[in-house]
Nanobody
Framework: QVQLVESGGGLVQPGGSLRLSCAAS????????MGWYRQAPGKQRELVAT???????AYADSVKGRFTISRDNAKNTVSLQMNSLKPEDTAVYYC?????????????WGQGTQVTVSS
């Protein structure tokens, strides 16, 4: 199906920045959309940002104006630029992809990368 590998997580002080990247590989026909979700301890996984067909984007209100999602020209990677980070952004961030595989639209998830915002 689709293999997703995230990178870029780590520890950063409030107000700092991090850039997460996710590389997709596999036997998919195409990947119409990719996105980022996050899950903090004791909370449900929530949408952070998504993109569709390398064009349209959507953001959670809590990150709008601070985070930027982007897709590379080959449409096989997605990045999340996170600026002005807050302690509330601390969570495990997961890469997500919707891909056409053998006539079916398959949703895939990465293993997750920890982002910790703390002084």
């Amino acid at each position: 199906q689709v293999q997703l590998v995230e990178s870029g997580g780590g520890l950063v002080q409030p107000g700092g920045s991090l850039r997460l990247s996710c590389a997709a590989s596999g036997s998919f026909v195409s990947i119409p959309g990719m996105g980022w979700y996050r899950q903090a301890p004791g909370k449900q996984r929530e949408l952070v940002a998504t993109e569709s067909n390398g064009a349209s984007t959507a953001y959670a209100d809590s990150v709008k104006g601070r985070f930027t999602i982007s897709r590379d020209n080959a449409k096989n990677t997605v990045s999340l630029q996170m600026n002005s980070l807050k302690p509330e952004d601390t969570a495990v961030y997961y890469c997500n992809a919707r891909a056409w595989v053998r006539g079916s639209l398959i949703v895939s998830w990465g293993q997750g990368t920890q982002v910790t915002v703390s002084s």
